[in-house]
């Protein structure tokens, strides 16, 4: 199974994610952007597009790496990462299905307010314009289709632990 972590910069995907790991049994946790960073180490580069994730190879080299590691190793990929273009959500999920991997897909939402606050006093990372810039795409995600396609956890008043509890058990039940 995949327990899909989606939502914008700042919503607590990165942070959760151990959490929610050391809370399922038999659990591991894939950062698919380390597939993105792959593809951006090819040299000379690929096309830039702005994101890794509009290169057509990242999508399917997600949903491959993902049902290599669920073959290999079985039990449960926790999986933070952020997909607010709905055409690449289908592509990921359906080529999941196809090898009939059960995802859990949920999204970490906090309010706009919230969001800039935690990116902008981020002591890890320091702010990032980047991460900014995908607010407002995220905004437009989550009205069009994304709160619809997962199951909602608002972060803005809850620890990360918290959060983690909450996925957790849904998961489970």
Avoid at 110 to 115: I, P, R, S, V, Y
Avoid at 159 to 166: D, I, M
């Amino acid at each position: 199974m995949i327990v899909w972590l989606n939502g914008t910069h700042g919503a607590g995907k990165t942070t959760t994610s151990p959490l929610v790991q050391e809370l399922i049994p038999d659990s591991r946790v894939f950062d698919a952007e380390k597939v993105g960073e792959t593809l951006m180490d090819i040299k000379p580069g690929l096309p830039w597009t702005g994101n890794f994730q509009d290169w057509p190879p990242w999508r399917p080299l997600v949903v491959e790496t993902a049902r290599h590691v669920l073959d290999y190793a079985g039990g449960t990929l926790v999986v933070p990462m952020t997909v607010l273009v709905e055409r690449y959500w289908r592509e990921i999920s359906a080529g999941l299905a196809g090898h009939s991997i059960p995802v859990r897909h949920f999204v970490l939402h906090a309010e706009q307010d919230t969001l800039r606050e935690r990116i902008e006093g981020d002591t890890v990372l320091g702010p990032s314009a980047f991460r900014l810039r995908h607010l407002e795409p995220y905004a437009e995600a989550a009205r069009r289709w994304l709160h619809d396609e997962a199951e909602v956890i608002d972060t803005t008043h809850l620890t990360p632990a918290q959060a983690a509890l909450r996925i957790a058990e849904a998961v489970k039940s």
